[in-house]
């Protein structure tokens, strides 16, 4: 059975920082890409950026590039999002996926299994 468990959410005032973990476990861990997607209030889940366990491809949404860092350590099974510069409008609940296919992609449609999420609550 896989699982998927974030943390390191919280509150940060505008253009703190805040890094993010993911656990995964289970089965074929090294085959499919990992994803963090987030939800603010009202709005539709949307895509941050993903990684495949090699870390050879990254993809990042626009709005998030040149600020966040997707990384992984493939030794302990967790991916990282670090996220610098933050700015009131990334106040969302962040969720981590792993994906139902090997490649980053940036639908929710390829992802099979989600963490519960954590808050990430930037003040301006």
């Given at each position: ?96 996926a792993r994906g139902a296919k090997s490649f980053t992609s940036d639908q929710l449609r390829d992802y099979a299994y ?11």
């Amino acid at each position: 059975q896989v699982q998927v468990v974030e943390s390191g959410g919280g509150l940060v005032q505008a253009g703190g920082s805040l890094r993010l973990s993911c656990v995964a476990s289970g089965r074929g861990l090294s085959t499919y890409a990992m994803g963090w997607f987030r939800q603010a209030p009202g709005k539709e889940r949307r895509f941050v950026a993903a990684i495949n366990w090699s870390g050879t491809s990254i993809n990042y949404t626009d709005s998030v590039k040149g600020r966040f860092t997707i990384s992984r350590d493939g030794a302990k099974n967790t991916i990282y999002l670090q996220m610098n510069s933050l700015k009131p409008d990334d106040t969302a609940v962040y969720y981590c996926a792993r994906g139902a296919k090997s490649f980053t992609s940036d639908q929710l449609r390829d992802y099979a299994y989600w963490g519960q999420g954590t808050q990430v609550t930037v003040s301006s």
